[in-house]
C-alpha cells in the first residue's frame, strides 16, 4: 500500500485457472494417459498436451470419470500437441471438468490441493488459464480494500495463461524460440482507466 498513490492504478490478470489436468483412460487398451486443456478452440475441441503422446494418436478415444466424459483424437500437432474433440451430457464442459479435471500445479508443487480455489486469485473471474497468474496470489481482499480507500484505481485484463509458461527455451539463440499466443482482452472501460491515468502522470503498475 506504501508504494502506491492516490491516483495510480494497478492493473490485475482476473483469468481464472480450469481444472485442467485430467488422466483418461484409453477405450482399446486400458492404457492411462494425462491430458493438459490449453486451448479451447470451439465446439468442444481443445488444444492438449498428452503424455505419454505416443498413446494418443489419431482417431484415438479415451474416457473420463467413469464415462462421463469421452474424447477422440483428431490431429496431432508439428508441435506435438493434439486436437482433441469431446462429449459429455452436461450443459457445458467446464461442470464436467469441476468432477473430473485437476488443477494444473508445477511439478515442484508436489502437496496434494484440497482445495481448488487456492490455486486462484481472489479476483478471478474469466476461465480459461492452464496455471495460475502466480504474481497475484498474494493478493487479499482486505489488501485489494486498502488500496482503493487509499485512492489507487484497479484496471482488469484478461490474460489467459497458456502453454509458454511450460515450454522451456530450449535453443541458444532466444530469437529461435518459437513463442505460443496466449490470449488476452482489454475492454473499453479498463483502457480508458489506463489511458486517464497515463493522462494524469500517476503511475501504472502492472
Known amino acids: 500500500v506504501d508504494y502506491l498513490s492516490p491516483g495510480d492504478c494497478l492493473i ?15 477405450k482399446d487398451t486400458g492404457a492411462i494417459v494425462e491430458f493438459l486443456l490449453l486451448n479451447n478452440l470451439g465446439n468442444d475441441r481443445w488444444e492438449t498436451i498428452t ?13 473420463f470419470g467413469d464415462g462421463i466424459l469421452t474424447c477422440k483424437i483428431e490431429e496431432v500437432l508439428n508441435n506435438g500437441n493434439r486436437i482433441a474433440k469431446f ?5 457445458n464442459i467446464y461442470e464436467v471438468l469441476d468432477k473430473v479435471g485437476e488443477m494444473p500445479l508445477p511439478h515442484y508443487i508436489t502437496e496434494k490441493l484440497e482445495d481448488k480455489e487456492r490455486y486462484q486469485t481472489v479476483y478471478s ?15 487479499t481482499k482486505e489488501l485489494l480494500e486498502k488500496l482503493k480507500e487509499k485512492g489507487v ?14 515450454r522451456p527455451v ?10 505460443h499466443s496466449e490470449f488476452y482482452q482489454l475492454d473499453e472501460e479498463n483502457a480508458n482507466i489506463i489511458n486517464e491515468t497515463k493522462k494524469r502522470g500517476n503511475k501504472i503498475i502492472s
Not at 490485475?12 to 484409453?26: D, E, F, I, S
Not at 473471474?125 to 493478493?139: M, R
Open 12 to 26: 490485475l490478470n482476473n483469468t481464472r485457472v480450469l481444472p485442467a489436468r485430467m488422466y483418461g483412460v484409453k
Open 51 to 63: 503424455g505419454p503422446g505416443k498413446r494418443a494418436k489419431v482417431d484415438t478415444e479415451f474416457i
Open 87 to 91: 462429449n459429455y451430457d452436461a450443459s
Open 125 to 139: 473471474k474469466e476461465q480459461g488459464s492452464a496455471a495460475a497468474p502466480t504474481a497475484g496470489l498474494h493478493f
Open 153 to 166: 484505481n484497479i484496471a482488469y485484463v484478461t490474460l489467459h495463461v497458456g502453454l509458454g509458461t511450460f
Open 170 to 179: 530450449k535453443v541458444d539463440d532466444v530469437n529461435e524460440h518459437v513463442m
